[in-house]
């Protein structure tokens, strides 16, 4: 059922008055503050900022995680606090608008007030109008744009590419990108992009002499203000994703080479710098205390929807940390108040794009509409429906995960069955239609292959140990930025507070401890080996819900949790 | 990028006689390296023997030592290591993996003068640290930096 804010609030008049019982949590109030997208101009120059909108250009829904545990300095710390003990860190209000857009707190009944987010076409009306306000503004993207969708994939990123241009993205930084393979991102950046989109990234270089493959940054002029934004791609990008794509590029964090481009900026007369950053928010935050001179580091890639930015000291000065979540769902607007060559104030605001709030801006829906043409008969192919609420984003198995895993298990013959923790993928409420473009948005890359191979208790230890390191290790450098891979079949314990190869006990298969010696059969997807072949994941997900035609009550198979009853990123 | 540069060092490196040579089967690799060959400091298994033989048990940490490598290995089978050491007098530089078998990968000699530098690829089978003995005079100094090895996937 969805209904407009008007049913909504006439409902919930009708219940008020009857004197029926509502808890403080079901009664929402369903009110938006009337100035809700008016931002009273500030400063001089001014960026909006959206990251990682995985090519959704229609509204969809998508819930904030409910686990994001952050261990070592990160306990406590944005971005890894959820529910209640968000909305007290940041002063939103239970039950509003904020606190829906930034937790997951309540999500069905309140998706289901508010509506569905993002979408290009209110995306763009929301950027016309700031526009309006702010002349010379400029529109930076974090990246992840070209994938994420069946369109995306099946035109190569084109539908994405067309989309940037006419939001006026101003420039970008990549990430998956570069699984349409490096001769695709070539021909986009050199001849699609040409004269209008900046795709900047100082740290890819090429692996034989360290040559800059892409410009490390641009220079721009706001309204008489010197301006430099320099690209961070997601530095583990040939580690996270297949190498292959990219073979000849490296990549990496590289403060040093950040520093130089920074201070060599600075000489040519920028008075503000940015990093337009795809390296997730806890890389942010450490690499903004290393490196000096940045006024703002607008970030992405951890999908973390962080309404203030973040002061962070180092030896030189301070710089602001941004990340602006996911799925285009929010969009940043920063005011800077830049005088006699310096950033003097600044304000920011996320704020959440509600598509009943905005108008379509006419010109990017018939975009969207010329572009999904070809393909509307596969996309809106009804699979399945849902009784129970599906959704990914958390540090463990979401119940759209738990489909996936159950799929590969049914589908593949497998005893257990690994799915990536990728960030993406949106939400159905109950009561959705699972369409075969709901499928791709969880599924959707360039390496779609599953498989089927024997693993022994051993290897299958590494793996989650592997995994769980790239997640849980305190020094940001050496994470990954994806949460733990979803698991099938296959029950274990987790301590996220421990070192390598000692957070992960008591595998239990069917209610049997897992052998180390004895192989068994798993299932998975998304190998990063070359020349990889199975059926693509959408196709056999899509097979398993044909057959079952209604998901029921889901419950995803979560570890069971060491030393994390008290940790802030966690609320059931 | 220069890709004629490029172009140009591939043709120059296949029409070069060092590698002419290895090609046919004249040299083999070891025999390319320096002459004075520490054989037994690569083969070496284990990190206190491997530090015994290099006679560098006692090095002193340093940190004049400046080691650039990646936090995360994009590729185990061949990781850049850059060594710079401002030390005074440094007349050689060997960079010791602790979890291989083997761990000596890299020793460099270097002549009076030379700048403490040196910049090469290094094999590593997992995530261990990667230990730089410098020398000079008749002193051992060291420093060290951990590299992850991970299978990688499941990233963003």
Redesign the interface.
Known sequence: MSMTRREFLEVMAVAAASGMALNSRQALAGEVPKNFYELPKFGNVSFMHFTDCHAQLLPVYFREPNVNIGVGGAYGKAPHLVGDHFLKAYGIKPGSIDAHAFTQLDFVAAAKTYGKVGGFAHLATLIKNIRAQRPGSLLLDSGDTWQGSGTAYWTNGADMVGAQKMLGVNVMAPHWEFTLGAERVKEIVEKDFKGSVDFVAQNVKTADFGDQVFKPYVIKNVNGVPVAIIGQAFPYTPVANPRHFTPDWTFGIQDDSLQKFVDEARGKGAKVVVVLSHNGMDVDLKMATRVTGVDVIFGGHTHDAIPQAIPVKNSKGTTLVTNAGSNGKFLGVMDLDVKNGKVVGYKYRLLPVFSNLIEADKPMADYIKKVRAPFETKLNEKLAVTEDFLYRRGNFNGTFDQVIVDALIEVKGADMAFSPGFRWGTSLIPGDTITMERVLDQTCITYPATTLNEMTGQQIKEVLEDVGDNLFNPDPYYQQGGDMVRVGGLQYTINPNEKVSRRVSNMVLRGKAVDPNKKYLVAGWASVQENVTGTPIWDVVAEYLKNVKVIKKVKPNQPKLIGMSKNPGMQE | ??TK??TFLKGAGAAGTVAVAVAAGLLKPTEVLAAEWNKAAFDAKGMPDALKVLNATGAADSKDITI?A??????GAVV?VEVTSKIAGTSSIAILVEKNAAPLTANFDLANGADGYVSTRIKMGQ?SNVRVVVKAGAKSYTAVK?V?V???????
């Open positions: 990028m220069n540069r490029r650039k990646p936090d995360i290995a994009e590729n850049p995530t951990e992850k991970t299978i990688g996937g499941c990233g963003g």
